[in-house]
């Protein structure tokens, strides 16, 4: 007896079984089971990021941690773009985290590099009102090797510049003017040498003897100290008399104003009476020379002279 096989069932078992298969595999193409979550991050670039390309790789100290999800200029500023990075979560991303462009060897593809993360600094969190947390960024090597050759070149330009100014026609002139004058002294000092060596001669002979007495002086100096301190000493002393002499003239002041209170009416009184005994004893002298016997006999009487008489004679 021959068995009979529903085509029907079979072919829908195959077509589902097919549809599973095919799901399986997509799933298991896309991580199935072990597929990756990614957390959004924004960085604003001040600088141009060409090479840079959707999907490139952006890397934590070399380690791939995501990737640059979308490119776009900041509607607010051109001059600045606006990338967004898928970042795997669980990454450290910290407030200190920097990101950085750079190049993969000689084929110029460009990719992000992010940097520090220190122990001590707390998880980059998105500010308020804003859509995704943003990532601090440095200018590339690129961007700044083209800004110290910017740098150089501007130096560069400017010397120059300076130099075009030097080497004008008048300062050229000027040159070969004052090489001329340096010439001419040259050769003048050439033809003068001995005079000039007898000079330096004469000079370190002088120096010589200057520093001979130089050393000479010193005693010289030496003693002219001593002296000197010895009329300072003087002029202390001489100081300290004065002072004591100003206090004894002090007291001779007061003493000789009461010894002339008290004893100048006494001499005048004395003086008057030795100059009273003066007049005494120039008569007495003049009648001595006249009359010596007078003191000896005592004074004769003048005899009366014609018409006197004895009653009007004058008594003694």
């Known amino acids: 007896m021959e068995t009979?096989?529903?085509?029907?069932v079979v072919g829908a078992f195959v077509l589902v079984l097919g549809a599973v298969l095919v799901a399986a595999t997509l799933w298991l193409a896309s991580g199935?089971?072990?597929?990756?979550?990614?957390?959004?991050?924004?960085?604003?670039?001040?600088?141009?990021?060409?090479?840079?390309?959707?999907?490139?790789?952006?890397?934590?100290?070399?380690?791939?941690?995501?990737?640059?999800?979308?490119?776009?200029?900041?509607?607010?500023?051109?001059?600045?773009?606006?990338?967004?990075?898928?970042?795997?979560r669980g990454t450290p991303i910290k407030e200190d985290t920097v990101a950085v462009l750079k190049t993969q060897g000689l084929t110029g593809i460009a990719y992000v590099e992010l940097s520090g993360g220190a122990d001590h600094a707390p998880l980059l969190r998105a500010a308020e009102g804003s859509e995704y947390p943003l990532i601090r960024t440095k200018p590339s090597l690129s961007a700044r090797l083209e800004n110290v050759l910017s740098s150089v070149l501007a130096k560069l330009d400017s010397t120059s510049n300076n130099l075009n100014a030097i080497l004008s026609a008048e300062n050229q002139a000027a040159f070969k003017s004052t090489l001329a004058d340096l010439a001419s002294v040259a050769h003048t000092i050439a033809e003068r040498k001995e005079t000039i060596d007898a000079g330096l001669i004469d000079a370190a002979r002088t120096m010589k003897h200057s520093a001979q007495a130089s050393a000479g002086l010193e005693p010289l100096i030496a003693r002219l100290g001593r002296s000197a301190d010895a009329v300072e000493k003087m002029g202390n002393e001489v100081a300290k008399t004065s002072a004591s002499a100003g206090q004894t003239i002090n007291s001779l002041g007061s003493d000789a104003s009461r010894f002339t209170a008290e004893t100048l009416p006494q001499l005048e009184r004395l003086l008057g009476e030795l100059s009273a005994l003066t007049t005494s004893l120039r008569r007495l002298s003049e009648q001595t020379e006249r009359d010596p016997s007078g003191l000896l006999f005592g004074h004769r009487p003048v005899p009366e002279g014609p018409g006197e008489s004895s009653r009007g004679a004058r008594k003694p």
């Open 4 to 8: 009979k096989v529903n085509y029907a």
């Open 32 to 88: 199935g089971a072990f597929q990756k979550k990614y957390d959004l991050y924004l960085a604003i670039e001040d600088e141009s990021v060409a090479g840079l390309n959707l999907n490139a790789p952006v890397k934590y100290n070399g380690v791939d941690v995501g990737k640059v999800r979308q490119i776009q200029l900041d509607p607010s500023n051109p001059e600045r773009v606006n990338l967004i990075f898928a970042i795997e």
